[in-house]
């Protein structure tokens, strides 16, 4: 079988790439990524040399290059993880989103369904989404696959248009899909804009942490690995057609998680207890900041027999250790310098499509 993973030069999709390479060897893994600023291929130095895996720079929101990339490749499934996901940046840039979220999406259904051509046996387009799109909660409840879309920034609407697109792709032209909508994901590799990795960053170099609002908003959160094995199990698993929540079932409070982190980071690098924590700073709230996300996935559970595989203060506690022991990755995505990397490893041997 041959994959092809959008923007798994990313923070989840590098781990969905690692995923399938080292638990499927007989199928090749094709990467498209632009390399945006969230692109990292260090993300990927300890697979990047197997001969089953690929990497290709190139834009979804480039339709004709999609086209050629499908005839060369003829891709038997897509697993399309690329897109703008920080909120803050969709306020800012909000066109940016529409264009890589959704028309990049649409290229993507399009240029599946001619390489398919409507022969569908054994081929499978599966869209990775977020559940943002359902909008806020109150202190009760959970979303759950029925829940009513209500998003409330540019991001969770271009995300909740393109879930839109790809359910329309597959009624009107029969296209074999999937979405899954999942939580608020940590882990190793990810990209320090996100709250967890930029407060360890913080907390090293001992600068403010600034926290929206009270602090109050919760969150659900999930270990990066455990949702790499998610996708693999609703990709290989799931009913065409169907969507998937994915939950870490780990509701926390942002300034509750972020005094966890402060004592383990005051743990981990022999502070005073407390030293880190007195590094908050409370910042006027993000617009359309949504108060509670909790996601329901006794769907995922039932149906295919997926649940987390750890609890979230061990999984943070291996994230900690995870950038502490890899302060030259962390130094060089915060400096810019990663973006070298590319040059000096791929610019003469990519694929030119």
Not at 175 to 191: A, D, E, K
Request: glycine residues 8%; negative net charge.
């Amino acid at each position: 079988m041959h994959i092809l993973v959008t923007g798994g030069a990313g923070f989840i999709g590098s781990h969905v790439v690692r995923h399938f390479l080292r638990t499927y060897p007989d199928y090749t893994v094709t990467n498209l990524d632009s390399l945006t600023y969230a692109g990292n291929l260090a993300n990927l130095r300890d697979v990047e040399h197997r001969p089953n895996y690929r990497f290709v720079k190139g834009d979804i929101t480039d339709a004709l290059f999609l086209e050629r990339l499908f005839e060369e490749f003829r891709f038997d499934g897509v697993i399309h993880l690329a897109a703008e996901s920080h909120v803050d940046r969709s306020i800012a840039s909000p066109v940016e989103f529409v264009m890589t979220n959704v028309l990049g999406t649409v290229n993507l259904l399009n240029a599946a369904r001619r390489c398919w051509a409507g022969s569908f046996e054994g081929k499978r387009f599966y869209h990775i989404s977020t559940d943002e799109v359902y909008g806020s909660l109150g202190s009760e409840g959970m979303f759950t696959e029925e829940t009513a879309y209500d998003p409330h920034s540019p991001y969770s609407a271009s995300k909740a248009s393109s879930d839109h697109f790809v359910r329309a792709w597959h009624d009107t032209y029969g296209l074999p899909i999937v979405i899954s909508n999942c939580s608020n994901n940590y882990g190793s590799y990810q990209f320090p804009e996100k709250l967890i990795p930029l407060f360890i960053n913080n907390i090293r170099m001992k600068k403010p942490l600034p926290v929206y609002g009270k602090g109050e908003n919760v969150r659900d959160w999930l270990w990066v690995v455990d949702h790499a094995s998610a996708i693999d199990a609703i990709f290989h698993e799931g009913v065409d057609g169907e969507t998937y929540n994915i939950g870490g079932h780990n509701e926390w409070k942002n300034i509750d998680l972020i005094l966890l982190l402060c004592r383990i980071m005051d743990e981990k690098l022999a502070r005073e207890p407390g030293e880190s924590a007195a590094l908050i700073t409370y910042v006027t709230d993000r617009a359309g900041h949504d108060l509670r996300y909790a996601i329901d996935s006794s769907k995922l559970q039932r149906e295919l027999g997926w649940e987390p595989s750890i609890r979230f203060e061990e999984g943070l506690e291996k994230t900690v250790a995870w950038y502490l022991g890899n302060q030259e990755w962390l130094d060089q995505v915060t400096s810019g310098d990663y973006r070298d990397y590319y040059e000096k490893m791929y610019a003469a041997s990519s694929s030119g499509v």
